[in-house]
């Protein structure tokens, strides 16, 4: 509500591994229910671009060697946009 920026989780988890660089596989896995506010946030990051924009303004490029895991009940609150990104397993 202040407008001010706070780093969060993934971001902060996204930025380290990609100042590891790309020497082998890095996984981050999101587990828990699927909300349509923030996985349409994630639509940017899931498509060939592998960019996560930031509300700051910052974008974080991510390694050919990152891969991201979802792992969810269903995706009752995806969009077809989302859905269109992903591997369902």
Not at 47 to 53: K, N, P, Q, R
Not at 57 to 83: P, W
Request: proline share 1%; hydrophobic share 45%; glycine share 6%.
């Amino acid at each position: 509500m202040t407008g001010d920026w706070k780093e969060g989780l993934a971001s902060s988890i996204m930025k380290r591994y990609v100042k590891q660089g790309q020497f082998e596989m890095k996984w981050i896995v999101f587990d828990g229910p699927v909300d349509a506010v923030w996985i349409e946030d994630m639509n940017s990051v899931l498509d060939d671009s592998m960019l996560l924009c930031l509300g700051n303004g910052e974008r974080i490029k991510l390694n050919l060697s990152m891969r991201i895991l979802f792992e969810c009940e269903d995706l009752l609150h995806a969009s077809l946009a989302t859905v269109s990104r992903v591997a369902i397993i």
